[in-house]
């Protein structure tokens, strides 16, 4: 599969939403001056509402980009009325949002509490509100092709699309399968890749594109002298292995988070 006019359209609006919200949502958090307990309730006054807006927003164009979708395959579509209260806030991790927010903070009391510097404290504070917000954003956008799936009977399955200037391993490995539409995409903090509905006269098969996945275990082994598509080699279970995360569902992950961009390893575009 490829990137149409539309995907690309759909995946430019959503990286606007991100930078747009993690900008904002930064900026809060810097403005602060003061990362006490007392200040925790300050940060969730301002920056809750924007993490909100940005996941309904994120929810809304990809309810929108997947109406257009099926009228493309299917010539008409339903117009979906989108609870947004199922895709977003609590509904992500079916935790409270303004105890996720409060992890940060946690973070920088716990560096401190190490006698690390504020500066150091401070960065792992902004890093994890980064990693988080991140997370719910591509939530907002996997729960929502869910949820709408559920009304378009024409679209069996979903397909993961890279679309980001860097696609990890893990990623390039999942668009590589297809997944059932009620199947929660794997994802990993930070993942942008676009979650693709599709349709098909037959099950194409778990795998739908063997030649790629293939080239990326070859590579994968000769960048690390070692290589089982079985995962068992200490190596390659290093690279591809799949967390079980309690609040947001599957999650793809590197053992370690050793790696993170294509100059750490040899891998195709």
Known sequence: ??????????????????ATTLGRTSRVWTDLGSWREGDVRRFERTALPVLLAGQ???????????????????GTGPRVDLDFDRVTGRA????????????????VWAALGNDESLDVALDRGAHRLETIAKTDLQLARTHTVREVGDDMPRFE??????????????CMIASTQ???KRD????HPGCDCLVKLVTADEDPGQVVDEEKLERIHDLVGEALGKSDRGGRAVD???????????EIGPVLGFKGQHFTSRTDINLPT
């Open 1 to 18: 599969m490829s990137l149409t006019r539309l995907d690309r359209q759909y995946g430019t609006a959503v990286r606007n939403t991100w």
């Open 184 to 187: 929660l995409a794997p994802i």
């Open 56 to 74: 309904r927003r994120v929810a809304s164009l990809t309810t929108t980009y997947l109406e257009q979708l099926y009228r493309e395959i299917d």
């Open 157 to 170: 399955y979903t397909v993961r699309e890279l679309q980001g200037e860097y696609d990890c391993a893990l």
């Open 236 to 246: 390659y279970r290093k690279i591809i292995i799949a967390n079980d995360h309690g």
């Open 92 to 107: 992500l991790r079916d935790v409270d949002p303004e105890e996720v927010y409060r992890r940060p903070f946690k973070d």
């Open 178 to 180: 297809r997944y059932r």
